[in-house]
């Protein structure tokens, strides 16, 4: 962490000391809303002080939500002013850091039928109309480690919000749930639904099928282990769920938790890869992943520059983070992105 940040990280925890909410610390500051966040995770190796720091955030928050009007009257004025064409979402977005997909799934549950035609252009750009109920697959039955697998397959695999609801015959309000109860941080939720609203037909159907993959090869290697079990066969049993924990491993984190810990940082190309696809997928700073990964920025914007070299696909994203990043330090439209490909 560089001196400027130290200092700009000491202001605010004590401005959030005195009770201030992250919009008056940035308003009394003279910065971008964005930035107040993006400073405080910068705090997130001291685990203690990070920990304090997003109490202190949630509790002024909460305090500023509960004041006067409350919470759900603030959303609710948030989607008439949409309806109504006086705001966006992406200026919703800027103003209170408010995550998007959020904003969509609290639109697409309002009750009032009026205001719920207005928003429907909104939620229909998005993907967020519910369709009929008989069509619609419901993840909610599902085991609560499945719900986690399934959302870390989502943002592991870069597949949008619509093709996932496609795979799983499901909504993408569903999917937007389904991020929201296994809780995978807004931010890695809502850079993955706008990183993918304009991508490319052939990244999204390579992403599909990826995930395709992954899925036929789960379901074998579950049958296989419940096959195994009516036989009674230990060793199948073992193939099976060995089977089982090197593909999830492909997707939990794992390897790169180990990373993390290792002493030894001369990482291979192959584990480079997988640390530049890990920032990606979480949308941090360069600044915050070095200090995960114990190298320097220099390396980290290193591993991202030879893995676009190499892969097309993760080069146009990348720009398309770097850019997105850019966007929320500068104040600019988030969400100026066509339709997304669909299969």
Known sequence: MNEETEKRLDEIERRLLLSQSVSEIANEMGVRYALINDTIQHAYLDKERYKKLIELRNKNKRRIWQSDQG????RYNVAK????????????????YT????????????????????????????GFLEKE????????????????????LGSTS??????????FNTSVIEIAQLFFRVGIPRNTMDSLFLETLNEKEEYAKKAFRNAQIYLLKREHFRK???????????????????????????????????????????FTQEE????????????????????????????????????????????????????????????????????????
């Open 71 to 74: 919470f759900h009257l603030y």
């Open 81 to 96: 002013s949409i309806a109504n064409n006086e705001t966006s979402l992406e200026k919703i977005q800027l103003k209170y």
């Open 99 to 126: 995550s998007i997909v959020y904003m969509l799934l609290f639109f697409s549950e309002i009750n009032d039928t009026e205001l719920y035609e207005k928003l429907k252009p909104t939620l229909e750009k998005y």
């Open 133 to 152: 109920k008989k069509t619609i697959v419901s993840l909610k039955d599902y085991s609560p480690n499945m719900h986690s697998a399934n959302a870390l």
């Open 158 to 167: 870069r597949i949008s919000f619509q093709n996932l609801a496609l795979i």
């Open 224 to 266: 296989n282990l419940e096959q195994a079990k009516k036989e009674a066969n230990v060793e199948k049993m073992k193939e099976a769920k060995q089977g089982l924990k090197e593909l999830h491993a492909k997707i939990d984190d794992s390897v790169e938790k180990g990373l993390k810990k290792r002493k030894n940082k001369n």
């Open 272 to 343: 480079q890869d997988l640390i530049a696809r890990y920032q990606m997928k979480y949308d941090l700073t360069t600044q915050v992943c070095s200090q995960e990964f114990g190298v320097s920025v220099a390396e980290i914007v290193e591993y991202n520059k030879n893995l676009a070299e190499r892969d097309a696909i993760f080069s146009d994203k990348w720009l398309w983070h770097q850019t997105y990043y850019a966007n929320k330090l500068e104040g600019n439209n988030l969400l100026d992105f066509s339709k997304g490909q669909k299969m």
